[in-house]
């Protein structure tokens, strides 16, 4: 398996405060995907890093931010989490974008009260 | 949307059976690819197909592409119980992002 780890893997937060949960890969491959996964939408991406400080928005981004000051790692953060956020966040990396394999982490389970 | 969208949304089959799943897309894509999740786990990669290929095949799989008519399938021959899980195909519509469909969830009965 790709050398991914997620943390937390399971979160319960309350309306209002932030949360930022963690990506972490020993691969160095130059692109990392954040994704959340609901019921009946599939995987939306929510931003993707192409390199270190290089970011953009997917199709869900509002109400979330990254970061990514070093390869390996890749922070997403909800500044003030709301209900429906609550989803199964996954975090995946590529050595060549979109024209390469993707390899996802086991996921982070985020319940927003 | 871009997204690919699977078709059906859900099959139950036989074990030993063959399941057929397609996905369907809206515009011209650089390659399509086919992940596997186990309930509870993350994705898992099964196939990638360039746009300029017609079929690939990976032991019991074949994926299929078809441009002209924006659509792809995947055939798993012989299936087993451990085949159980939800397939989604994911597009590719430049060099960066991937748009995943909505899932086809797959029921193998032994």
């Known amino acids: 398996d790709a050398g991914i780890t997620q943390s937390p893997r399971h979160k319960v937060t309350e309306t209002g405060t932030p949360v930022t949960l963690r990506c972490h890969q020993t691969?160095?491959?130059?692109?990392m995907y954040w994704y959340r996964q609901d019921p009946g939408h599939g995987l939306r991406l929510i931003h993707y890093?192409?390199?270190?400080?290089?970011?953009d928005k997917g199709e869900v981004s509002d109400g979330y931010s990254v970061s990514r000051s070093k390869t390996e790692d890749f922070l997403l953060t909800l500044e003030s989490a709301t209900s429906s956020q609550t989803s199964v966040y996954f975090c995946?990396?590529?050595?060549?974008?979109?024209?390469?394999?993707?390899?996802f982490g086991p996921g982070t389970r985020l319940l927003v009260l | 949307s871009q997204q690919g969208e699977e078709d059906p949304q859900a099959l139950s089959i036989q074990e030993g059976e063959n399941a057929t799943m397609n996905c369907s897309y809206k515009?011209?894509?650089?390659?399509l690819q086919w992940y596997r999740q186990n309930s509870g786990r993350g994705l898992v990669h099964l196939i990638l197909?360039?746009?300029?290929?017609r079929e690939k095949h990976s032991g019991r799989l074949r994926v299929t592409l078809d441009t002209s008519k924006k659509s792809s399938s995947l055939l798993i021959t012989a299936s087993r119980a451990a085949d159980t899980a939800s397939y989604f195909c994911?597009?590719?519509?430049?060099?960066?992002?991937?748009?995943f469909g909505s899932g086809t969830k797959l029921n193998v009965k032994p």
């Open positions: 995946a990396i590529s050595e060549g974008g979109s024209q390469e394999t993707q390899y």
């Open positions: 691969e160095n491959h130059r692109y």
């Open positions: 890093s192409y390199g270190v400080k290089d970011t």
């Open positions: 515009t011209s894509i650089n390659n």
């Open positions: 197909i360039r746009s300029n290929e």
């Open positions: 994911a597009t590719a519509f430049n060099f960066n992002k991937f748009y």
